[in-house]
């Protein structure tokens, strides 16, 4: 697929860029999710300090610097995905589902709020709305697909997969936010999904970042073959990267605290307390 004109070419870059930058955003708010867990399970396992995952890690106990960075985005996401979606090509059915996906993100926003300032409100809402906007996005995202070629349906069938896993994760974790393996599963599905919706850019957009690329066929089976393997190139990058960020916190938290494990057996990682302020700032 040639672009021939400005209009296209615009057009093509909104939509490489649709897909470049949420995958991202995934991508990096995952991995800082990453790090603070891993770094608060380190300070557990060798202070005897007990460990508990959190839906948002704030960086702060003054300011919701997460939140805020997570509202930004989403709104100006959100700006973005109107103005386009109003841009003549009668494109904003579609980018309504984009913007539904979008909002139930705010409302968790919103929730994550409530959560840091303790205004009054049901236990778990943070949980609660971030599972919601999980299942929402891969419920909206299988119901993406009709119409397009089976390339197409491939790359976004691989899209939801890990979404949906995430929201059944999270489940999990708001029932045992004591249990570390859990919510790192967690973590590491949001960012096997952001690395795969970027990768997704690629496989449907390829002229847009280079030119002599050629696109990808968009019903030959040889290369639907190749996107499962991709994917699982993908879950190995993540549990690669999530195995660096787990010793770099351990030799941080191993230089802070200057002891190995813990050997008290009162106060695990997996004792249920309240929640604690402290994390990666």
Same mark, same amino acid.
Request: net charge positive.
């Given at each position: 697929?040639?672009?021939?004109?400005?209009?296209?070419e615009?057009?093509?870059?909104? &939509?490489?860029?649709?897909? /470049?930058?949420?995958?991202?955003a995934?991508? /990096?708010?995952?991995?800082?999710?990453?790090?603070?867990?891993?770094?608060?399970y380190?300070?557990?396992?060798m202070?005897g300090?007990?460990?508990?995952?959190?839906?948002?890690?704030?960086?702060?106990d003054r300011?919701p610097?997460? &939140?805020?960075?997570?509202?930004l985005?989403?709104?100006?996401?959100v700006l973005s995905?109107?103005? &386009?979606?109003?841009d003549?090509?009668h494109?904003f059915? %579609?980018?309504s589902?984009?913007?539904?996906?979008?909002?139930f993100?705010?409302?968790n926003?919103?929730m994550?709020?409530?959560?840091f300032?303790?205004?009054?409100?049901?236990l778990?809402?943070?949980?609660?709305s971030?599972?919601?906007?999980?299942?929402i996005?891969?419920?909206l995202?299988s $119901?993406h697909l #009709?119409?397009?070629?089976?390339?197409?349906q491939?790359?976004h &069938?691989?899209?939801?997969?890990p979404v949906?896993?995430?929201?059944?994760?999270?489940m999990?974790?708001?029932?045992?936010r004591d249990n570390?393996?859990?919510?790192?599963?967690?973590v590491?599905?949001?960012?096997?999904h952001g690395?795969?919706?970027? $990768?997704a850019? /690629?496989?449907?957009?390829?002229e847009?970042?280079?030119s %002599?690329?050629?696109s990808?066929e968009p019903?030959?089976h040889h290369?639907m073959?190749?996107?499962?393997?991709?994917?699982?190139? #993908?879950?190995?990058? =993540? =549990?690669?990267w999530?195995?660096?960020?787990?010793?770099?916190?351990y030799r941080?938290?191993?230089?802070?605290?200057?002891?190995?494990?813990?050997?008290?057996d009162?106060?695990t990682q997996y004792?249920?307390v309240?929640?604690?302020?402290?994390e990666?700032?």
């Open positions: 697929m040639r672009v021939n004109t400005r209009e296209q615009q057009t093509i870059m909104g &939509t490489f860029l649709g897909h /470049f930058l949420p995958g991202m995934f991508i /990096f708010l995952a991995t800082w999710w990453s790090f603070n867990s891993c770094w608060r380190w300070r557990s396992r202070t300090k007990p460990f508990l995952n959190k839906a948002a890690y704030q960086g702060s300011i610097v997460e &939140t805020i960075f997570k509202i985005g989403l709104t100006i996401h995905e109107i103005v &386009t979606g109003c003549g090509d494109t059915l %579609n980018n589902q984009h913007i539904t996906m979008l909002g993100y705010l409302i926003a919103g994550d709020l409530i959560h300032y303790k205004v009054p409100s049901p778990d809402l943070d949980y609660l971030a599972i919601l906007a999980l299942f996005e891969g419920f995202f $119901q #009709h119409g397009r070629s089976a390339l197409d491939k790359v &069938t691989l899209l939801y997969y949906i896993f995430a929201a059944v994760f999270a999990l974790e708001m029932a045992k570390w393996g859990i919510g790192i599963v967690r590491s599905t949001v960012m096997l690395a795969w919706m970027v $990768q850019g /690629f496989i449907l957009y390829p847009w970042v280079n %002599n690329w050629s990808w019903e030959n290369q073959m190749i996107l499962p393997m991709m994917f699982s190139w #993908h879950i190995m990058a =993540v =549990v690669a999530q195995a660096v960020i787990m010793a770099l916190m941080r938290a191993k230089a802070k605290f200057g002891s190995e494990w813990s050997k008290i009162e106060v004792s249920r309240p929640d604690q302020p402290d990666l700032a």
